[in-house]
């Protein structure tokens, strides 16, 4: 317990070095947050491009699109803000300077998520709040105590999901070239497949987000108790407050694929 707060303590001085250094280029944050703001209402201006067609999409409206997407981005951009920087853990592969975090004291995983901390992808979040406020105030939900801390915990659930999604993906660097590329379409793509309702994929897609990457319980699930909604699949109900528990279980098994792929590794000189 003693060593968790020590590395706690440290994370947080770190990530407030990082912090002072970025903020000490004001317009550049600034230009770099407008940026990634822009995007992110970008993105939601294709789902009512879509909306202006149809009434409805998979039996959802577009309020409850809305606010599918606001929790997945939410949960992402806060994830991405984490350890977004492991996209360039491949490079350090190739380059052998991964040796260098094997000689260190600290845990290599600990040393790769403090390398770095991208304050500008705050803008992504800010666009995923106000996608968030449209969705609540159109929406006509019954607010209980349940409801409340489902929408509070879930956010902290999804950006385990995807940090564990993202670290445990990224490990393919261990073996391949290719480890960007798809650990992207692991995580960028779980980002923009769970921004629609899962029931609008086929089968086996739906079975993929829910069981083997487990997208859907970033949002879907949760969405489906905050709304009261039947679930059009008619998948257990139980699903709709699993989040946190698969959050845990897919740390475990990030961490454990993260291991092997340590003790398997051959340095730049083996």
């Avoid at 106000?130 to 879930?154: H, T």
Wanted: proline fraction near 5%; charge should be positive; hydrophobic fraction near 55%.
């Amino acid at each position: 317990m003693a060593e968790l707060s020590d590395l706690l303590a440290l994370y947080r001085r770190l990530i407030a070095a990082r912090l002072r250094a970025q903020l000490q280029y004001r317009t550049s944050f600034a230009l770099d947050s407008t940026g990634m703001l822009l995007i992110s209402f970008i993105d939601f201006l294709a789902i009512l491009v879509i909306f202006a067609n149809v009434p409805q999409l998979a039996g959802w409206t577009l309020p409850e699109v809305a606010l599918l997407f606001a929790i997945t981005g939410l949960t992402f951009a806060f994830t991405d803000l984490a350890i977004g920087h492991l996209d360039l853990f491949p490079q350090l592969i190739r380059d052998g300077n991964f040796d260098l975090l094997l000689i260190r004291p600290r845990g290599t995983l600990f040393q790769l998520l403090t390398a770095d901390f991208q304050v500008r992808r705050l803008g992504k979040a800010i666009g995923a709040l106000a996608v968030l406020a449209y969705a609540l105030a159109n929406l006509r939900i019954d607010w209980d105590p349940g409801r409340i801390a489902m929408l509070l915990f879930i956010v902290p659930s999804g950006v385990v999901i995807f940090a564990s999604i993202w670290v445990a993906t990224i490990c393919i660097a261990f073996w391949s070239v290719d480890a960007r590329e798809v650990s992207n379409a692991f995580t960028y793509g779980g980002q923009f497949l769970g921004q629609f309702p899962i029931n609008l994929y086929d089968r086996w897609l739906r079975r993929f987000l829910a069981y083997v990457v487990p997208i859907a319980f970033v949002a879907y699930f949760p969405a489906l108790y905050i709304l009261d909604k039947p679930d059009p699949i008619g998948l257990p109900e139980w699903l709709r407050f699993a989040s946190p528990l698969v959050a845990v279980a897919a740390t475990f098994v990030a961490s454990a694929v993260w291991r092997i792929g340590v003790r398997h590794y051959q340095s730049a000189g083996g």
